[in-house]
Every structure is written in structure tokens, then in C-alpha cells.
């Protein structure tokens, strides 16, 4: 009887190891570089290029990538995201991210890959980018 009930108590843990997956040892910080866009532009929605520039150019959200930026995001819908020169990555929290918006920036945070979310640690304008 003891060797039937160590086995199911190891089965049910093993199961459960299995169902719920290795353990979580929460992601390293990493930096990042690029800038604050909004969703639209910096994932091609209205942009071939993932920029500004066409936007820009038909003369609707202002003159600046800045001006774009908080454009899309107030008047379209979209939310504030880190363009980098290969990808597009969520952020947490979109109230610090609207003074940065249109800028090129280092951010220091953590990456859910799941989720694709930048939890953001700290952020600088990176000047002359």
C-alpha cells in the first residue's frame, strides 16, 4: 500500500511539473535601443517604412516624428511602442512612454516573450540618434 501511494504522490508532482512547465526564474534585464513610436507607423499599418515620414508628408500629424507619434496615439488608436531596427516591442507602461514619444532612447527592462511587453526599468534619450 505505501509503495502505490509514493507512487501516485510522485505521478501527481510529475504531472504537475509537466502541466505547469520549468520554473520561472523571471527574465534578465537587457537594454534596448530605439525609439518611441506608436504602434501604427512603427508595424506598417500606415507606413511603408515603419517611420513617420508619410504621415508627415500628407500633412496630418504634424511635422516631427514627435508630433506623429503623439498623433497616432491620441487620434488613431494606437499605443506607444520601441522600434528597434528589427523589431517592435509592447511597453508597460504607456504614461512614461508619452514623454518620450518620437524620440530614440536606451531603455534598460526586461522582455516577456510570451507577451512581447517591455517592462521598463529605466529609460534615457540617447542624443544625436
Not at 48 to 69: F, P, V, W, Y
Request: charged share 20%.
Amino acid at each position: 500500500m505505501t509503495k502505490i501511494r509514493t507512487f501516485l504522490i510522485s505521478a501527481a508532482l510529475l504531472a504537475g511539473l509537466i502541466f505547469r512547465g520549468p520554473a520561472s526564474s523571471g527574465a534578465a534585464e537587457t537594454t534596448f535601443e530605439g525609439e518611441i513610436a506608436d504602434s501604427q507607423c512603427a508595424m506598417g499599418v500606415h507606413s511603408l517604412n515603419r517611420s513617420h515620414k508619410e504621415m508627415i508628408e500628407m500633412g496630418h500629424a504634424g511635422s516631427t516624428a514627435i508630433d506623429c507619434a503623439r498623433y497616432c496615439v491620441h487620434s488613431r488608436g494606437g499605443k506607444y511602442v520601441l522600434l528597434t531596427k528589427h523589431d517592435v516591442f509592447k511597453l508597460d507602461n504607456q504614461e512614461w512612454a508619452e514623454k518620450y514619444a518620437g524620440q530614440k532612447v536606451k531603455l534598460v527592462g526586461t522582455l516577456d516573450s510570451k507577451t512581447n511587453i517591455l517592462q521598463v526599468k529605466t529609460v534615457e534619450p540617447v542624443a544625436g540618434k
